[in-house]
Nanobody, 126 residues
């Protein structure tokens, strides 16, 4: 059974940093692309960042480019989202996602992913 478990969310102030983690079981990140998405209240789930199966390619939404960094540690089977210079508009539930198929890069659509975590809340206060 595949499980993705996010952690690291919380309540922070504008300008602060957070690092989200996504621990996987039942599948290996070393051969799969991983993505982060977020959903704010009353809005659709939107793409945030993705990292290719090899880790050599990353792609970000314009709204987070230069502030967020996606990475993965294949030995720990864990993906991360480092979020710096947080803004109030970053407030959302953050979800990690993984593909069932191996490989893949620059995957920005929700339909590209088969497995999802339960989400972790990030609240940025002014």
């Amino acid at each position: 059974q595949v499980q993705l478990v996010e952690s690291g969310g919380g309540l922070v102030q504008v300008g602060d940093s957070l690092r989200l983690s996504c621990a996987a079981s039942g599948l290996t990140f070393s051969s799969r692309a991983v993505g982060w998405f977020r959903q704010a209240p009353g809005k659709e789930r939107e793409f945030v960042a993705t990292i290719s199966w090899s880790g050599g390619n990353t792609y970000y939404a314009d709204s987070v480019k230069g502030r967020f960094t996606i990475s993965k540690d294949n030995a720990k089977n864990t993906a991360y989202l480092q979020m710096n210079s947080l803004k109030t508009e970053d407030t959302a539930i953050y979800y990690c996602a993984a593909r069932k198929r191996s490989f893949g890069a620059n995957l920005t659509s929700r339909d590209d992913y088969d497995y999802w975590g339960q989400g972790t809340q990030v609240t940025v206060s002014s």
